[in-house]
């Protein structure tokens, strides 16, 4: 990085096409989704027109799944290798990952309050859910907390680690309580996703998957500016430290 | 260095500073007992049995009050940079860390001690007839919760605001031990037998496996100078 920068060159400046052509893409998916989601998929028998927030609350669950996978992942890379990217990686990472774990515990009561009569339960995938976020919650803050960036880096990285390995074991001991989360991909005895709704549920994850993958380049870039401002504001010291004049001279 | 020797060594510091100082495990008496005033004032005891509450009442008591110690654990490190002999010292960290530990596990053992007949004694219950399942329960959800405090305790002694910190990074992702603490003594309270509640030590046990082995791997990074 600071060799890039010392060359004049400013690695990160310009939005890359990709970013552009993603946001574009996504716009369009996103407008197609909606007309899936509201005029195109039937409306459910039983549970009627409030079971349409299936669409929006089942992929932001997923993604925020897999965002947490990748705190993970960059964590364990981070620690390995000591390269920013993989700090800045799961940074991303986790904030996304908190964004889309919060749009899932506001979109579940919306939902389960004429459905279930009740705005929370704490059955498996409700405090599963409730409880990884508040692990990344504190992901997020150790990072702040910390003395400096790299001791944040390394801090998170540890309880990005250790909180996704607790997953299993929090599935299992809340499993072990008694769960009615609705089971809509296998219900026994046939019945299962009408083929309309299925569809507009796959258009739907792939609309938030490209969300999900649009706001965590967006995140990832800002992390690198904010590193490079970092590095300029070192170097401009470094120089003013050696050749006292130096700010003075280029005015 | 042998390693076990080095595990012993640190283990043995800590316990030797604890026993001449007395500070911390006066006070955490003081506390578990103002916790258990407390748990009178907010539950009345008088009306509730200690079928229903009692399980919660004992774990809650152990973790408040084993939060304030663990915690300690690092934070007296700090005094006269000592954290920086620690880290100079040319032993595995991971040693370092299972000394540390050994220390917190037993000195939240001797709270216990104290602590689980005075819970008996305020809220009426027979001690003798459920000792020795009890005794298991709070030695094995003892162990996993001291060594997750032990890790996080090394990150939140280093941090600012570390004291508020520090429950809240060991509390949810101790949520499954606590859960299986509290439905384990329930069951034993309510004249259960150790195989009601072996999906729950089986939980326990995976848990605390989990995190000795992640604090035996990952200690080293959390210890290194910035």
Known sequence: MLKSLENGTTPFRNRGWFSRFLLGFLAGAMILNLWLIFFYAPTERQMGEVQRIFYFHVPAALLSFLAFGLVCAAGILYLITRKRKWDLLGHSAAEVGVLFCTLVLLSGPIWAKPIWNVWWTWEVRLTTTLILWMIFMAYLMVRSYAENPDQGARFAAVLGIIGFLDVPIIIMSVRLFRGLHPRVFKVQGGGGLDPAMGRTFMVSLATFFLLFLYLLLERYRLGCSDWETECLMEMTERQTVARPGILEESK | MNFLRAVCIIAGKDLRVEFRQRENFT???????????????????????????????????????????????????????????????????????????????????????????????TLNFPLARFAGPLFLLIALHTIGFSALGTLFAAIAAQTRRGETLFPLLVFPVEIPLIGSAVRSTTTILNRGTLADVVPWLELATAFNLLVLGAGVLLFEYILEES
């Open chain 2, 27 to 121: 006070l955490m008496l003081f506390f578990s007992l103002v916790i258990l005033v407390i748990f009178h004032f907010t539950l009345d005891f008088t009306e509730l049995s200690f079928e229903t509450v009692g399980a919660g009442v004992i774990w809650i008591a152990i973790h408040f009050t084993g939060i304030l110690t663990l915690g300690h654990s690092f934070r007296q490190e700090q005094a006269q940079d000592s954290l920086r002999g620690l880290r100079l010292t040319p032993i595995d960290p991971a040693a370092i860390y299972l000394g540390k530990w050994l220390a917190n596990t037993a000195t939240l053992f001797a709270m216990e001690v104290v602590l689980i007949p005075l819970i008996a004694v």
